[in-house]
């Protein structure tokens, strides 16, 4: 056979290859999206009480599954805790090794077991009764002992796994891990956690710069800013915003109130229209009336209003509109919050 024939017949092959998995992928992302949208037709009372229980515990959830069902119940619990909820997770087996003594009274306990017969679970449930721990059990077996056993029991049941041969767990861990995350968000919601709240769990890295900078901690502060009054001309603006560094100054009534401002940009208009520096008074080529922020706002929201108006400076006010401080794009891109 030429080398011709036997490359077309390794490029046949591998186009078929290629076009098996795609359709297999897309199989799989089909049936858990299908999975998911059953599943929230069946949220009913059973969800509420088990947002009530987590809700009016006077001490932790407590997440607890084993093999894939304790990788999302690690999941669960690391999102709880991040949305206001403190959890966390014990392992079923080291459970019965001691770390039971982790868990009390004041807890809830979220089971995680597709069958509902998980043996290192049952085996612990014993022990939480005695302590009047309450317990929600997430399984795919409505009449299984874990469900029978619990407080609340949360159907999650899927029609078959993604897995060709509808043995490993794929569509049922899609669903418990969805599941976790709609406990997760009412609870977030009746708790009435905020931005602030969330930040104040995530200090580190962007998401924490983010939630955490505000205005007042990256904006050039009143003292270090030009500024002129209306009558000023335009030679002494010009001058004003050479001895800044914002690219602007901003014209104020005695009483501090901001009523404008004059920025590189509008210098270069006012050229344009061939005007006489000492004559024209700054007030008759600034920009009236800018968009201003207040000092205790997020420093995202500053960049939000720049990027909506699409403005490189935003000058900040007080309560009464008094001048207060200013701030541009650089600040921000310093700030590392853009």
């Keep these: 056979m030429s080398a011709q024939p036997l490359a077309d017949a390794a490029n046949n092959f591998a186009k078929h290859d290629n076009d098996r998995i795609l359709n297999l ?18 949220l009913g009372d059973a969800f509420v009480c088990a947002v009530q229980l987590m809700l009016s515990t006077k001490g932790r959830v407590i997440v607890s ?30 459970a019965s090794h001691g770390d039971l003594g982790m868990i009390t009274g004041a807890d ?16 612990i449930l ?90 007042r901690d990256v904006m050039h502060a009143k003292a ?30 005695p009483q501090d109130r901001v009523l404008g401002i004059f920025t590189d940009g509008d210098l270069r208009r006012a050229f344009g229209k061939q005007l006489n520096l000492q004559q024209v008074k700054v007030s008759e080529v600034m920009t009236a009336a800018p968009k201003t922020i207040r000092a205790d706002k997020l420093a995202v929201e500053a960049v939000a209003l720049m990027e909506k108006h699409r403005i490189n400076q935003l000058i900040v006010t007080d309560d009464q509109g008094a001048l207060a401080g200013a701030l541009n794009m650089h600040d921000l891109f310093k700030a590392k919050v853009v």
């Design 25 to 42: 992928a897309r199989g799989v992302l089909q049936t858990e999206a299908e999975a998911l949208l059953e599943l929230a037709p069946r």
């Design 65 to 94: 599954g084993m093999g894939k069902s304790g990788h999302v119940a690690r999941k669960m619990a690391a999102t709880f805790a991040s949305t206001g909820t403190p959890a966390y997770f014990v392992h079923p087996a080291e």
């Design 108 to 123: 809830v306990f979220l089971a995680l077991s597709y069958s509902g017969e998980s043996e290192e679970l049952l085996s």
């Design 126 to 215: 014993p022990v939480l009764r005695r302590r009047g721990t309450q317990i929600i059990a997430l399984t795919g077996n409505p009449q299984s002992t874990l469900a029978k056993e619990a407080d609340v029991a949360l159907d999650g049941s899927v029609a078959r796994e993604a897995c060709p041969h509808n043995l490993a767990p794929t569509t049922s861990t899609t669903a418990a891990l969805a599941l976790g995350d709609a406990l997760a968000v009412a609870l977030l919601e009746a708790r009435g956690f905020s931005p602030e709240d969330f930040a104040l769990s995530h200090p580190g890295g962007a998401l924490g710069r983010r939630l955490l900078t505000h205005v």
């Design 224 to 253: 270090d800013l030009p500024c002129v009054g209306p009558d000023s001309s335009l030679a002494d603006a010009v001058l004003a915003i050479s001895r800044g560094s914002l690219g602007m100054t901003v014209i104020c009534d």
